[in-house]
């Protein structure tokens, strides 16, 4: 594994939660959070060291964004289906019962995600990696334009803070568009 100065954050912040263990109330509870959370933060050291180059970034990107596209389809097909069939088997499928959503006649998704948090955070990452492929020419601009719109579209479910991600995405991409980076 090689160093990176993006591990520092990464380190600081296992090391932020390893000590919350010891004031835990349940620290066997938390040292279970810990491992999980050691896990995902692992798994960008990791893609640290795979991804290379451009090359190797264009490789990981574009099969994401097929991905996106292919999840966002969902998302707006049972859109789509349900004032016709609320109860159907594609509302049964990519639906989700109420959670922190207030009570109302409204689809609540999560489409090919068990938890629809989940959802919000695969939707902010590839509002990112989508404005990277179109900076980079990777995919035409109509096509990432398409892509944003199916995005916001399936975001647009779900009431969450985590979507201020993608405003956030948005706002860098703006800035370093305008810096000329």
């Given at each position: 594994?090689r160093?990176?100065?993006?591990?520092?954050?990464?380190?600081?912040?296992l090391?932020?939660?390893?000590?919350?263990i010891?004031v835990s109330?349940e620290?066997?509870?938390s040292?279970?959070?810990?491992a999980?959370?050691g896990y995902?933060?692992a798994l960008a050291?990791?893609?640290?060291?795979?991804?290379?180059d451009?090359?190797?970034?264009?490789?990981v990107?574009l099969?994401?964004?097929?991905a996106?596209a292919?999840?966002?389809g969902?998302?707006?097909?049972?859109?789509v289906?349900?004032p016709?069939?609320p109860?159907?088997a594609l509302?049964r499928?990519?639906?989700v019962?109420?959670?922190t959503?207030?009570?109302?006649?409204y689809?609540?998704l999560?489409?090919?995600?068990?938890?629809?948090?989940m959802?919000?955070n695969y939707?902010?990452?590839?509002?990112?990696?989508a404005?990277l492929?179109?900076a980079?020419?990777w995919?035409s601009s109509r096509?990432?334009?398409l892509?944003?719109v199916?995005i916001?579209v399936?975001a647009?479910t779900?009431?969450w803070?985590?979507?201020?991600g993608?405003?956030l995405?948005?706002?860098?991409f703006?800035?370093?568009?305008?810096a000329?980076r």
């Open positions: 594994l160093r990176s100065p993006g591990f520092l954050p990464i380190l600081t912040s090391a932020a939660l390893g000590a919350s010891a109330p620290p066997g509870d040292a279970i959070k810990l999980t959370v995902l933060l050291v990791l893609a640290d060291n795979l991804v290379d451009d090359g190797d970034l264009k490789r990107v099969p994401w964004l097929a996106t292919a999840v966002c969902v998302a707006i097909a049972a859109l289906s349900f016709f069939a109860e159907g509302m499928y990519a639906g019962g109420f959670g959503l207030p009570p109302g006649h689809p609540r999560a489409a090919t995600f068990l938890n629809p948090n959802l919000c939707l902010v990452v590839s509002f990112a990696m404005a492929a179109a980079r020419g995919v096509l990432c334009i892509l944003v199916m916001a399936a647009a779900r009431v803070p985590g979507l201020g993608i405003a995405a948005a706002g860098i703006a800035w370093i568009a305008r000329g």
